[in-house]
């Protein structure tokens, strides 16, 4: 069974840094793991994801503002926000895909507000 259970978020002032970690359970390795947010009134939207190998993918929106990477020892992936934007408020959501399902987190709030 696969869990996925995503911390580290909180409120932030424009600029600031916030560090996201999912911890996922069931699967691991061999998946590809990825970032989604969703904002008030929006869709869920793409924000980076990470191969087994260490492949990273971004939304333009997020480039050269986030990194994603992952621990396979620890089974957890990480996401490091920097210079943050008040249009980077959202629910972050952690997701995988295993055999054409897909798996995601609880969510955690990101506030970027002064």
């Known amino acids: 069974q696969v869990q996925l259970v995503e911390s580290g978020g909180g409120l932030v002032q424009p600029g600031g840094s916030l560090r996201l970690s999912c911890a996922a359970s069931?699967?691991?390795?061999?998946?590809?793991m990825g970032w989604y947010r969703q904002a008030p009134g929006k869709q869920r939207e793409f924000v980076t994801d990470?191969?087994?190998?260490?492949?990273?993918n971004y939304a333009d929106s997020v480039k050269g503002r986030f990194t994603i990477s992952r621990d396979n020892a620890q089974n957890t992936v990480y996401l490091q926000m920097n210079s943050l934007k008040p249009e980077d408020t959202a629910v972050y959501y952690c997701?995988?895909?295993?055999?054409?399902?897909?798996?995601w987190g609880q969510g955690t709030q990101v506030t970027v507000s002064s």
């Open positions: 069931g699967i691991f390795r061999i998946n590809a």
């Open positions: 990470i191969s087994p190998s260490g492949r990273t």
């Open positions: 997701n995988t895909v295993l055999r054409s399902t897909p798996y």
